[in-house]
Nanobody, 115 residues
Framework: QVQLVESGGGVVQAGESLRLSCAGSANVVSYNTMAWYRQAPGKQRELVAAITSRNSTDYGESVKGRFTISRDNDKKSVYLQMNTLKPDDTAVYFC?????????WGQGTQVTVSA
């Protein structure tokens, strides 16, 4: 069974930083796109950031300039550095990875930003 293991969520104050990590499964030979999504209460899940196997990145408009996505292919991991956090960033953050055959989701990690 392939699982994505997320870590790094927590409670911070506005203006502070957090770094999320997500480790993929050793059973998957390689991952193509890796991404982070988030879902706030009462809202739809939205793309936060994505990175392709060629390290091309894409960001949601609300996080551009504050968040940075990166990946380590040897560790089959993806990271999200979140700076200058705002209360609006409060959400459950989900890791996503795709292989040539299917897609995988993490279980989610809570990020709470207090004013």
């Amino acid at each position: 069974q392939v699982q994505l293991v997320e870590s790094g969520g927590g409670v911070v104050q506005a203006g502070e930083s957090l770094r999320l990590s997500c480790a993929g499964s050793a059973n998957v030979v390689s991952y193509n796109t890796m991404a982070w999504y988030r879902q706030a209460p009462g809202k739809q899940r939205e793309l936060v950031a994505a990175i392709t196997s060629r390290n091309s990145t894409d960001y949601g408009e609300s996080v551009k300039g504050r968040f940075t996505i990166s990946r380590d292919n040897d560790k089959k991991s993806v990271y999200l550095q979140m700076n200058t956090l705002k209360p609006d960033d409060t959400a459950v953050y989900f890791c996503f990875m795709s292989s040539p055959y299917r897609s995988y989701w993490g279980q989610g990690t809570q990020v709470t930003v207090s004013a």
